[in-house]
């Protein structure tokens, strides 16, 4: 555990997301390298700030090899006069290999045995997260992190909601607009009353991101095009069912229709998901898609 940010030295920016900056940095007296999240946000920013403590409180609690490690959070500026307007800093576990979302722009499409062995992990991370009563409600590539050994991990809980037995999450303003978003998720008010608990979205968005990894491109839009919120939305929430292309093996089609089952309530859960034949065909073969998919990452 890190107790302090005085000792990290900055190496480089690793990227930027909405909120803030991404560093990779190394402890001066153990040469130990992390990840260092830097979330700025304006005096006013209650909201943000809310989402950003949300995040440093659910982090500190979640302890699995299927979840990027944190292993400090700090407020405002400790130690660092460079950063005097920054105001919560991560220290997180250093994926080598960067994002689903970097490997998926360089090499635009992956084999079909690197993406069941991506199902799985996420979904294991899923099962975990779920025996903690936590809803992540941001699954997408950005926030699915590989380290040198091909391990995919989850990150980025910014919106996660910690469920509180009823569903305090799905009204939350500041959870942002995400294009991996579910239809419950979209239109909370459709399912009158009856809201989700909030699991089945984040299964949602593991569909939309196992196809995304099959054609190379967020699947709802052509390769390259900005969405469109509106169509999106109502295609999302409104427009039939969504069906992958035919160049994917049939126990690929079956699982990304589970996911993408537009009554949550229907959709494919966790525990079903985990032996569904896609997940557990090439089961046996696990480590040789890791090195498949760290080769892809690595390489660049
Ligand atoms: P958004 O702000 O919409 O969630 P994002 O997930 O891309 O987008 P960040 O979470 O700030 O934004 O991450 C920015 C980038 O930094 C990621 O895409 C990834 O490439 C890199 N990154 C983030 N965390 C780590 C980490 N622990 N190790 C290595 N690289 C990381
Ligand atoms: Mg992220």
Known sequence: ???????????????????????????????SIYALKVLRFDEDAVAVR????????ILMRVDSQLIVKCHGVFHNGVGDSDCAGCDLYFVMEYMEA??????????????????????????????????????????????????????????????????AGKLEVTHDPYMGTSAYMSPERFDPERWDGDFSDGFAGDIWSLGLVVWECHVGHYPLIGP????????LMCAICFGGKMEMPDTASPEFRSFVWRCLEKDWKKRGTVTELLTHPFVTKWCSMDSIAAEELVDYALEG
């Open 224 to 231: 390259g095009q900005k969405p469109d919120w509106a169509t």
């Open 1 to 31: 555990r890190i107790d302090s940010l005085i000792n990290l030295e900055k190496l480089a920016v690793l990227g930027h997301g909405n909120g803030g900056t991404v560093y990779k940095v190394r402890h001066r007296h153990t040469g």
């Open 50 to 57: 809310q989402q950003a403590a949300r995040e440093a409180e």
């Open 98 to 163: 960067g994002s689903l979302h970097d490997v998926l722009q360089m090499h635009h499409r992956l084999p079909e045995q690197a993406i069941s062995g991506i199902a799985r992990r996420v979904l294991e991370g899923l099962h975990y997260l779920q025996g903690m009563q936590i809803v992540h409600r941001d699954i997408k590539p950005s926030n699915l992190l590989i380290n040198n050994r091909g391990e995919i991990k989850i990150a980025d809980f910014g919106v996660s909601g910690v469920m």
